[in-house]
């Protein structure tokens, strides 16, 4: 674990969103341009608020990259937040003369209250910058990364939005989600129908200075059998998942496969049953020489209510993730609260927000597991060069039972 790894900074309306990302092999084609698709889908989905009409999100590769090829050392990216123009007194770097008033009521729901209690502050500025989930942009940027080297396995990654507020969408299997469909709704919704009534039920919100929240679930296809491990706990491929998932702002559940609903079946009803099919894996057309990379797995599963793992290995189906997203916690009509200054009752602070994130949700969703699956595949074929990556696993694959 760890082969991978990320770290970011900046806070919503300071001057940017910074990423360094460590472990990628050399030899990767890599080009702005593709980060900067994932950056503008994460931008999209109804219920945004006035902060997207501002941001127009691009990410500039700072270090890592030459020639439209990653070098194996860091790559570090930048993206700038327009808005900082509008905000250069309350996230000034340097002390300055001017008294800016503070932030001093508590957002039920959001770091607020636990962060300046924590950091030992007066002001929640500091805490409601970095909470933000405008953070997120530089998650989605890294992702893309991550996405890039899978592109080269054959793993795609995709999301769409199962509900909105009160409306769900129990779909039979995954195979009948229409992606096209998805990427073209405003709310990420294969239902044309529901997608309408999520709508509604944003517009609905937004009137009464409410908020929304949702399930979100994200598709991996193409995952190779073996990644992740049972052997130690923080190898499980599920509990990474579930980590990486959980820690995206506003996520409060996460499940893999049929979860929750497992609880409540018989173990005969439960599991995938394995079934004899000969299915060929492929790795050609990579430079691997001509016929190489080839594998035929004799089995798959007849059912994926595991979602892709068991045992916290990946068992070549689908890996399929759902996350609850709670109603985003700045609302137009603010909750009760208190001012922290005189201890009195008052009602939370608001400021602009969004109504509705889980479209948005998805987007970012998909980052985290690419991420994830990105640092399982590197730890299971290791190499510093693609072409030595993909070299182990045509190796692995024709060595799979
Ligand atoms: C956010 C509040 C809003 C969102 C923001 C997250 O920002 P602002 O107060 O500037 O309008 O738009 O999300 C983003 C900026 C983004 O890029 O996703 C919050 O309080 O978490």
Redesign the pocket.
């Known amino acids: 674990m760890g082969q991978f790894r990320f770290l970011t900074g900046g806070e919503?309306?300071g001057k940017g969103l910074i990423a360094i990302v460590e472990g990628m092999v050399a030899a990767l084609p890599l080009e702005e341009e593709y980060i900067n698709q994932e950056l503008k889908r994460r931008?999209q989905g109804y219920g945004?608020?006035?902060?997207?009409k501002i941001?127009e999100d691009k990410a500039e590769i700072m270090a890592g990259v030459r020639y439209g090829l990653t070098i194996g050392s860091p790559i570090a990216l930048f993206i700038t937040n327009r808005?900082w123009q509008n905000w250069q007194e309350q996230l000034s770097v340097s002390p300055i003369e001017k008294e800016v008033e503070p932030v001093t009521c508590p957002r039920p729901g959001h770091a607020d209250l636990a962060g300046v209690s924590k950091y030992g502050l007066k002001d929640i500025r500091p805490i409601?910058e970095r909470?933000?989930?405008?953070e997120?942009?530089a998650r989605v940027a890294v992702g893309a990364i991550a996405r890039r080297f899978l592109e080269e396995f054959d793993i795609v990654i995709r999301s769409h939005t199962v509900a909105i507020g009160p409306h769900r969408w129990e779909r039979p299997k995954a195979s009948s989600v229409n992606w096209g469909q998805v990427e073209a709704s405003p709310v990420r919704c294969g239902h044309a129908e529901l997608g309408k009534a999520m709508m509604a039920a944003i517009d609905e919100a937004k009137a009464s200075g409410d908020t929304l929240g949702g399930i979100f679930e994200v598709i991996a296809t193409g995952v190779p059998i073996g990644l992740g491990s049972h052997v130690s706990w923080d190898r499980r491929l599920d509990g990474r998942i579930a980590r990486a998932i959980m820690s995206i702002?506003a996520v409060k559940g996460v499940e893999i496969g049929a979860g929750f609903a497992l609880a409540g079946l018989k173990g005969s009803q439960a599991h995938d049953v394995i079934k004899p099919l000969t299915r060929t894996l492929s790795l050609e057309g990579r430079g691997l020489g001509e016929g190489e990379g080839k594998q035929s797995l004799r089995w798959r599963h007849a059912t994926n209510r595991a979602g892709g793992i068991e045992g916290g290995i990946s068992n070549s189906e689908d890996i399929i993730v759902k996350a609850a997203v709670k109603p985003?916690a700045?609302l137009a009509s603010p909750l009760p609260s208190i001012d922290l200054r005189s201890g009195e009752k008052t009602k939370a602070h608001y400021?602009?927000?969004?109504i509705c994130v889980v479209p948005?949700g998805g987007v970012i969703g998909e980052a985290m597991l690419a991420i994830v699956l990105a640092d399982a595949c590197l730890e299971k074929l290791g190499g510093d060069n693609l072409k030595e990556t993909l070299a182990n696993y045509r190796n692995y694959l024709s060595n799979i039972s």
């Open positions: 919503s309306h931008q945004r608020g006035p902060r997207m941001e808005d409601m909470a933000s989930a405008r997120t942009a702002n985003i700045t400021e602009r927000s969004d948005a």
